[in-house]
């Protein structure tokens, strides 16, 4: 297995230096890992009520850390990821910035709806506001969009608006069909993040039924455990292992350059 999802103490809602992540990562015997950090949101123009991305003054120290830990780990390969949050209307601008930056992968998130953290435990108490069907619309559509406007080579915790446990009433799979049909249509991988069975929510993002449409469709799977420590590194691999092996996924989707390899596993 592959820990695609890390983070590290520049995100200022993580601990943990990447030297910790990978040591965690030698102990534990993973053969390829790769930090997504959260991407500054203030290179997008945007500023969220509290900061969960690193500055735009810590970007090149960033790269510079994973590219020197790249070159020094001998047993554990490493790969320069960043996690990016889709946010409409900044498209010119986040296509000019990956210009010129150089990473092996970027995961494409949302955590903002209108300026709403609603994956931030400090705003949960806002759901309970909110006409659910309507946001589970509003949120598929995002996930939609990002898929094609092509910046993104995997979408990260693709239900998340499922953290807290809010669902509509009504069925969401014909969400999970469409999101499946996006993914193959714009050729987009997606992860499977194990951060969800310590939500609420007590799941993985996404759930079984995705997973299945997603595997119908041709889509493309990594792994990721959204590590916002080095303790977090690979939690619940066995059991995401286990579930990818029941739907019938046999390989997972790597990344250098941009470029898309699978490897069995």
Request: charged share 25%; glycine share 8%; proline share 5%.
């Amino acid at each position: 297995m592959i820990d695609y999802h890390l983070h590290t103490s520049r995100c200022c809602h993580a601990e943990g230096s990447p030297a910790e992540y990978l040591a965690v990562a030698e102990e534990i015997g993973l053969p390829e890992i790769g930090f997504a950090d959260h991407f500054p949101l203030g290179l997008l123009d945007y500023t969220p009520r509290v900061q969960v991305t690193m500055l735009p003054a810590e970007l090149d120290d960033y790269l510079e850390e994973i590219e020197n830990l790249k070159a020094a780990s001998p047993l554990v390969r490493v790969k320069t990821g960043i996690e990016i949050d889709y946010l409409p209307g900044t498209e010119k601008k986040l296509e000019q910035l990956l210009t010129k930056y150089s990473f092996d992968y970027v995961i494409g998130s949302i955590h903002f709806l209108d300026g709403w953290d609603f994956t931030h435990p400090f705003y949960a108490e806002s759901y309970k506001e909110r006409d659910l069907e309507a946001l589970y619309e509003t949120y598929f559509e995002l996930v939609w969009n990002a898929c094609r406007s092509g910046y993104f080579d995997i979408i990260g915790h693709i239900d998340v608006i499922k953290k807290f446990g809010y669902r509509p009433q009504g069925a969401i799979d014909h969400y999970l069909q469409e999101t499946a049909r996006v993914l193959a249509e714009t050729d987009t991988s997606f992860e499977l993040n194990t951060a969800g069975r310590d939500a609420p929510v007590s799941e993985f993002y996404p759930d079984r039924r995705l997973l299945e449409a997603a595997l119908a469709q041709g889509v493309t799977i990594t792994v990721g455990s959204d590590a916002h420590g080095p303790g977090q590194v690979g939690r619940y691999f066995d059991k995401a292992e286990k579930l990818l092996r029941e739907v019938g996924f046999r390989a997972l989707a790597t990344f250098t350059k941009r470029s898309r390899s699978l490897i069995p596993f």
